[in-house]
């Protein structure tokens, strides 16, 4: 489907229609519909791989818009009895029987707007993971919406920088905050959340919720036929288009296992691209990338040779993103991979991205020993976990398990005292954490895709993310803890589901190589970009970083010492993109 955007006026008065179309004119939507004087309708339909789509459907009752892929199409239409195969009419037939209610019973990812023409109301929906994007603002009776950032941000007449947004991505680590956007008075729709506006209010709904509903089985080969269950039909359903499918394949365990399920499922239309090493010896995969190929007897794997693919190299080719995103530090690296798919015929790509976070690999996980008072059980596991992250045991006991029991008021060096602060005075304060908090919010972290489906729609593709979809997460997040990780061995129930369909030795390997190298060489080449970062600092001028803290920890990072992490990177991120937002002007200009 594509991108859109719209204005409305609920009051049925007239819009600002010209200034609409004239940015709406700078490439940012090609396709005008003007429903009448108070309502107008934008459309950039980038390329369809699956065919035959539409992004707007429009009887006498409603109006709908949407950018979306129904995975569980066929299950609507058996429960709505209708023979409609478009995705629009579905969603339309869903409205009519359920109401708003019909979100809790879609699987896949969408942006949707719906206007109901006999109740003048008119609704904006997220997927269950926030895969799709779209924002609002609501001023008086007009409702400007868009899945595009930027042009709501054309519409302001000033560019207001939302401090909050960005003390909450730093703290969060490259998480985007669920509601603010980077600039003042203009809002994200959180995910599983539907909007219901008239011209007198705005109603939130919650229309999906990650519960916790035990599942519990005698044996493990039950979970084990479960999981393959889903993860099977998860696969066929993405891989639903008219071309080829590209898999983003490292020798790790997720990727290796939507190949061999893709490959089993479609055959000769599935292919992966790897990035592999000559130099960094100790980073390539190929040995296990080659047994999985041999495996399957793979003609037209593609190896992109990635040494000099470095972080930040490229970075400013890139048209810049809405919003800050941590993984446009490598755009390089995955540039090349998904060029490479193109040019195998691909329209779809499915990445093994979310494995991590939807398996719950938590070390708080020990912590729920000492919940239960199982305190020989703790200490036995927290030997395990200690050898597996090669920490002491002293340390894993304390950070993991006493520390996992509590909601502590842990600061971030890198932000200023005023963000810590307010950071803290947002923050739950209870003190005891939920037995089911840190799992929770390890799935709500895998939001770093935006780069990537940038990439990819620039290059006429689509990527996927079979780990998020939402049928697979509420399995994975209600089994025992064990199927997760047991005896310091994480993703147990993927290593033995796959067991058959993924060579054995990618199955039990432990940990998985880094792009380290890749990050110390960038460091060093780009130097000159990072020094950017920090020189006339923007974030630091908006009073949200501690300067020296950032600036000490880019020279290690340069040296070659890695330690912390992840807030550095989405502190050095937040700041070039503010930089190119900015054109790289002195803060006075800024308005906060």
């Not at 939402?470 to 993927?494: C, D, H, S, W």
């Not at 460091?523 to 000159?528: C, G, P, V």
């Amino acid at each position: 489907m594509g991108k859109f955007s719209g204005v409305i006026n609920l009051n049925n008065e007239s819009i600002p229609k010209d200034k609409i179309l004239q940015i709406w004119s700078r490439e940012l939507f090609n396709d005008t519909i003007e429903m009448d004087k108070s309502f107008l309708i934008g459309l950039n339909n980038h390329n369809d791989v699956v065919g035959n789509e539409e992004s707007i459907y429009n009887d006498k009752d409603l109006l709908v818009i949407a950018d979306l892929r129904i995975d569980n199409l066929d299950g609507l239409k058996e429960n709505l009895k209708c023979i409609q195969s478009k995705s629009l009419e579905i969603i339309l037939h869903s409205y009519k029987k359920w109401g708003i209610d019909f979100l809790k019973y879609i699987n896949g990812e969408f942006a949707i707007f719906i206007f109901d023409k006999q109740r003048n109301l008119c609704f904006l929906a997220r997927d269950s993971f926030g895969l799709k994007s779209l924002f609002y603002i609501k001023k008086g009776h007009n409702l400007f919406f868009s899945t595009e950032l930027k042009f709501l941000e054309m519409l302001q007449e000033t560019t207001s920088f939302n401090k909050e947004y960005f003390i909450n991505y730093i703290y969060n680590q490259a998480t985007p905050p669920n509601i603010q956007t980077p600039f003042n008075n203009i809002f994200r729709v959180e995910k599983a959340t539907c909007l219901e506006i008239s011209k007198e209010k705005l109603i939130k709904n919650v229309y999906w919720e990650l519960l916790y509903k035990p599942i519990n089985y005698k044996r493990s080969s039950d979970y084990v036929e479960h999981f393959r269950d889903i993860f099977s039909k998860v696969i066929l359903n993405q891989s639903n288009t008219y071309g080829k499918v590209s898999i983003m394949m490292s020798g790790g365990l997720d990727s290796t296992s939507i190949y061999g399920i893709a490959k089993q499922l479609r055959g000769e239309e599935v292919f992966p691209v790897s990035n592999v090493y000559d130099i960094y010896k100790e980073d390539d995969e190929r040995p296990y990338i080659k047994l999985i190929l041999d495996q399957y007897g793979e003609k037209n794997h593609k190896f992109i040779i990635s040494d000099e693919l470095w972080i930040l190299k490229n970075y400013f080719q890139h048209k810049i993103l809405d919003e800050p995103c941590i993984n446009t530090l490598s755009y390089s690296l995955v540039h090349e991979n998904l060029k490479a798919a193109k040019n195998g015929g691909a329209t779809v790509v499915l990445s093994g991205y979310a494995g991590d976070q939807v398996f719950g690999y938590n070390p708080e996980y020990i912590s729920n020993d000492l919940r239960n008072l199982n305190i020989v059980g703790f200490f036995n596991e927290s030997k395990k976990l200690a050898r597996f992250r090669n920490e002491t045991l002293i340390y894993v006991i304390r950070n993991y398990g006493i520390k996992g029991l509590f909601n502590t008021d842990e600061k971030s060096p890198v932000l200023s005292e005023y963000a810590n602060n307010f950071i803290l005075s947002k923050k739950n304060k209870k003190i005891f954490k939920s037995k089911i908090n840190n799992s929770f919010k390890y799935i709500q972290r895998s939001q770093g895709f935006t780069m990537t489906r940038s990439i990819a729609e620039s290059l006429g593709m689509e990527v996927r993310f079979p780990f998020l979809d939402r049928e697979l997460v509420e399995f994975l997040y209600n089994i025992p803890i064990q199927q997760k990780i047991n005896n310091a061995t994480t993703k147990v129930l993927l290593r033995n589901s796959m067991r058959g369909i993924v060579p054995d030795p990618i199955l039990d390997q432990q940990g998985k190589s880094s792009d380290d190298l890749l990050l110390f060489q960038g460091f060093k080449i780009e130097w000159d970009t990072i020094a950017k970062a920090y020189r006339g600092s923007l974030l630091a001028e908006l009073g949200i970083i501690n300067l020296e803290d950032f600036k000490n920890q880019m020279l290690m990072y340069k040296h070659g010492v890695l330690s912390k992490g992840m807030d550095y990177f989405a502190t050095l991120e937040a700041e070039l993109w503010l930089k190119r937002k900015v054109g790289d002007v002195s803060c006075p200009s800024l308005q906060y």
